[in-house]
């Protein structure tokens, strides 16, 4: 399985674009990179995902390098809501990393 | 309908209680999921379904057994619990199983379990 590695935390600037990085040095050619969040005492929250090519949605951006080795998710105009745990999963099998927590600072 | 739904939101049981965890879904996923969370870690595969069937049994002690009686419902039936299984059990369902490399995770909020 595909391994991923996160820094443990994060400061972010209300307003400004968070860019939280994941390592996926392992992933093979078939499998996803998939983003989900967890804010305090709620179930994980699906981002994004995407496969070679970088992807947006209404909530985030998602830039995957082109080995595939590592990923970038960024939440454009960071908020107080974004504060919360993020992970970065390889597809094939959900197993949660550590994550990321981010905060926001007003 | 994008909800998974988990009862009860929390349960106390004392270690030789039965009792069970409940999980529904009405978006026609054909696989769920059972996971553990403990405070500030992440959470912890326990169990997967594919069309009604166990695919994925991560090694969970007995005390743990799961079933999915209809494409819908899945539940964790809860027996001789140790203080150490009190944690949040969160359930989740995904439109293909794992090994189709699509589908986004959906989750409950979990059931929040204390065993005295």
């Known amino acids: 399985d595909a391994k991923t590695t996160q820094p443990p935390s994060m400061d972010c600037a209300e307003g400004r674009a968070a860019n939280l990085p994941c390592n996926h040095s392992?992933?093979?050619?078939?499998?996803?990179v998939y983003w989900y969040r967890q804010i305090h005492s709620q179930g994980p929250q699906y981002i994004i995902h995407?496969?070679?090519n970088n992807e947006t949605n209404e909530m985030a951006s998602l830039i995957i390098t082109e080995d595939r080795k590592s990923s970038t998710l960024i939440l454009p105009h960071a908020t107080l809501r974004d504060t919360a745990v993020y992970y970065c999963i390889v597809r094939n099998k959900i197993i949660f990393g550590k994550g990321t927590r981010l905060h926001i600072l007003p | 309908d994008t909800e998974v739904t988990q009862t009860p939101k929390h349960l106390v049981m004392g270690m030789t209680n039965k009792k069970s965890l409940k999980c529904e879904q009405h978006?026609?996923?054909?696989?769920m999921y059972w996971y553990k969370q403990k405070a500030k870690k992440p959470p912890e595969l326990m169990f997967v379904y594919s069309y009604e069937k166990l695919s994925i049994n991560e090694s969970v002690p007995s005390r743990f057994s799961p079933e999915c009686p209809n494409s819908s419902l899945l539940n964790l039936h809860l027996h001789a619990l140790q203080p150490e299984d009190s944690a949040l059990y969160l359930c989740a369902s995904s439109q293909v199983d794992l090994f189709a490399n699509t589908g986004e995770l959906f989750f409950g909020e979990g059931s929040r379990l204390t065993v005295l």
């Open positions: 978006m026609g996923h054909r696989a």
């Open positions: 392992t992933i093979s050619g078939n499998e996803y």
């Open positions: 995407g496969l070679k």
